[in-house]
């Protein structure tokens, strides 16, 4: 970043930029009042933290200038006006990009004007002009290509000047910007593809878009879809109140994207000026163009043209001090999303996925049963309904599933009745096997103390019963001419929770191989909710949920209604340990990068958006203190000592973008491996 030391919770730090969409009021072929305007919203954006602000297309001169265009007074009126913004950005810590009609080489050109520290850095004229519909820009503006000169004379310094310009931040070297004007972005291959590709993470479109039924929408699908396809962030200013209606009108739409998301919308058809600003996660930009490596082949593909594009570098000061925190919606559960219809919609997609998967297994094996432990828990659950669902697809009974319990040494009660209860809703072939006197014997075997009452519950202890169920499940497998259905999620997998080879590690097929354990929850919420396996079904399911999270492979206290043994204790919480997966697996964010993320959606249970409809969710909060010891837990078991796991897991579908851990997906790394790296990074959080 810079040699300036920015604090932990300043954005900056962890790869933020904080941009600015100003939509001003303006008037027709005014500069002195537009120009006045715009540096009260430039001087405004800064002051909140913004290093980048975006103004909309021909905002000096109002872009309904139509013939006053090739009026010598208004033209000499936009370039005093220009360097009034040039001069006010002397002591406003941010650049700004401007829109105003240039002449160049006795031509005009509709142009943006980028600004910084005092400077005019370089102007880029549009390389589309629209002359059909509405739009007659042919009649007054040249277009870029047509462009004679690479620079021009101001106030006494060659300025640069053409649609091949990129500008970089000094203090922010992942800060690089590309200007392009309105309906440059709504042809075939804009030009700031070509930027993207030629370095610049900001693509920033200064618009005079006027308004019709409809293209709000379209608008939001352009720029969505090209800040995606060129993994950047993307700026779109547009003229707003006080452009003239003789024929048109204007709305004023401010958007930012990012990779595809939406960060911020202005407010439309507001009868003021005002701004719009998000953080743009300028790592994000730069992690996913190395990841994906078909970007690096289109930067191949085009490298001579690339070749050519300039860079001006430009200064400007970080912001020591960020008004508001991160401005950017973090979300706590992010497999999850918090939204009620979108996370239906997320269940349903998962849910088949799941189930089309298995579906494909057994038509391509011919295999018609399978074989499936259930334990009264929440992984097992959702396995067994989405095995439910298979038969109904295949057109096959539900008694085709083999579903067994096997109480051992500390199964509960509760769960051993939940398990029962649930396999009599969905309808499977039920049965109980009591796998005690089978570890017993291999207990004595193995001349462990429990084989002589001694109450040692060690690490042998609670795999043999592990490992017991599973050799049952395969023999069974056998014996009925089926498949062990596994059901270990994504989380254990992650954390190393589970017994290696034979045990809860191995199945034939594992459904449940990459959803982590934050959304199995609202899966097995959602099948409940849906109903399908009837009313009863769905009270066990949300009983189930109610059910501590737990291996019950440690004897509980008699009587006790819950598990006494909680995996939490060991870990950490789920809903932690899932958010720091997403982050290090998705993006390979480092540790404190991670933290700041996690203190912006867990510091304080009031802010932000909760699952709107699951009233029964416990809303925990955290500080950095907490945050940074479970993520320190998640970094050890990640990197250190689970991955031998993760080298030779089941078959199983990738379900979602946050990633698989199979070696055969997305990813492949070395069983002994340090975690140093990581943990000596962490150290970098406070408290």
Request: hydrophobic share 40%; charged share 20%; aromatic share 8%.
């Amino acid at each position: 970043m810079t040699d300036q030391q920015l604090s932990f919770l300043n954005p900056y730090t962890h790869g933020f930029a904080r941009v600015a969409v100003a939509v001003p009021r303006n008037r027709v072929a005014d500069p002195v009042f537009n120009a006045a305007e715009a540096i009260k919203l430039y001087r405004e954006a800064a002051s909140n933290g913004a290093v980048v602000v975006a103004f909309p297309e021909l905002g000096l001169s109002a872009y309904t200038c139509d013939d006053l265009f090739h009026q010598a007074a208004l033209l000499d009126a936009c370039e005093v006006a220009l360097q009034q913004v040039v001069e006010a950005s002397a002591d406003i810590g941010a650049v700004a990009i401007v829109g105003l009609p240039l002449r160049v080489d006795h031509r005009l050109f509709n142009c943006a004007a980028v600004v910084a520290s005092g400077r005019l850095l370089g102007v880029l004229p549009k390389t589309y002009l629209p002359n059909y519909g509405e739009f007659y820009e042919g009649r007054q503006f040249n277009a870029a290509d047509s462009a004679l000169s690479t620079d021009f004379d101001w106030h006494g310094e060659r300025i640069p000047f053409g649609a091949d310009l990129l500008f970089q931040c000094r203090q922010i070297p992942l800060l690089k910007l590309h200007v392009e004007i309105c309906e440059d972005v709504w042809v075939p291959i804009p030009p700031s593809s070509y930027a993207a590709l030629a370095g610049a993470t900001v693509l920033v479109n200064l618009s005079a878009s006027n308004i019709t039924i409809g293209k709000s929408a379209y608008r939001h699908q352009l720029v969505s879809l090209h800040s995606a396809r060129c993994l950047a962030a993307y700026l779109y200013s547009s003229a707003g109140i006080g452009e003239s209606t003789t024929d048109l009108a204007w709305d004023g739409q401010g958007l930012i994207y990012e990779s595809g998301e939406m960060l911020a919308e202005s407010e439309r058809f507001s009868n003021s000026s005002h701004i719009v600003s998000a953080d743009v996660d300028l790592e994000r930009v730069s992690r996913e163009r190395m990841r994906q490596n078909s970007f690096g082949v289109s930067v191949q593909k085009h490298k001579a043209q690339l070749a050519t594009w300039r860079t001006v570098h430009f200064d400007v000061a970080v912001p020591a001090q960020v008004p508001q925190g991160l401005l950017r919606k973090v979300e706590r559960f992010p497999y999850v999303p918090a939204n009620a219809k979108t996370r239906d919609e997320r269940c349903h997609e998962v849910f088949n996925i799941q189930v089309q998967s298995l579906v494909q297994r057994m038509e391509a094996t011919g295999i018609r049963k399978l074989v499936i432990g259930v334990s009264g828990g929440l992984d097992s659950t959702h396995a067994l309904m989405v095995c439910a669902q298979a038969m109904d697809r295949l057109k096959l009974p539900r008694a085709n599933i083999l579903a067994y319990t096997m109480p051992g040494f500390a199964t509960s009660d509760r769960t051993l009745s939940q398990a029962h209860k649930l396999m009599t809703a969905t309808g499977c072939s039920a049965q109980e096997i009591d796998i005690r006197p089978s570890c017993l014997q291999m207990l004595k075997d193995l001349k462990h103390p429990h084989s002589d009452d001694a109450p040692q519950y060690d690490i042998t202890f609670e795999n043999v019963q592990a490992g017991e169920r599973t050799s049952h499940l395969f023999r069974l497998a056998n014996l009925h001419n089926g498949i062990v259905v596994g059901t270990g999620d994504l989380s254990e997998l992650a954390l190393g929770w589970c017994t290696y080879g034979v045990g809860d590690h191995m199945s034939h097929y594992n459904v449940n191989a990459s959803v982590p354990k934050t959304l199995i929850k609202h899966l097995v919420r959602w099948v409940a909710d849906t109903g399908q396996i009837g009313n009863d079904g769905s009270d066990v399911l949300r009983a189930i949920l109610d059910t501590e999270v737990s291996p019950e492979l440690i004897p509980s206290t008699p009587g006790a209604d819950q598990p006494s043994q909680k995996t939490e204790d060991t870990i950490g919480p789920y809903e932690l340990q899932d958010f720091n997966l997403y982050y290090t697996l998705r993006y390979g964010f480092r540790p404190t990068k991670v933290a700041f993320l996690s203190y912006t959606a867990w510091h304080d249970r009031t802010l932000g958006a909760w699952p709107d409809d699951s009233h029964d969710l416990v809303r925990n909060e955290y500080g950095l203190a907490d945050i940074k010891r479970h993520l320190g837990t998640f970094l050890w078991r990640f990197f250190k000592t689970s991955q031998f796991k993760r080298s030779c897991v089941p078959n199983g579908p990738k379900v979602g973008s946050g990633g698989s851990l199979s070696p055969r997906g997305d990813w492949r790394a070395p069983s002994d491996s340090e975690a140093e790296v990581w943990l000596a990074e962490l150290k970098g959080v406070p408290g």
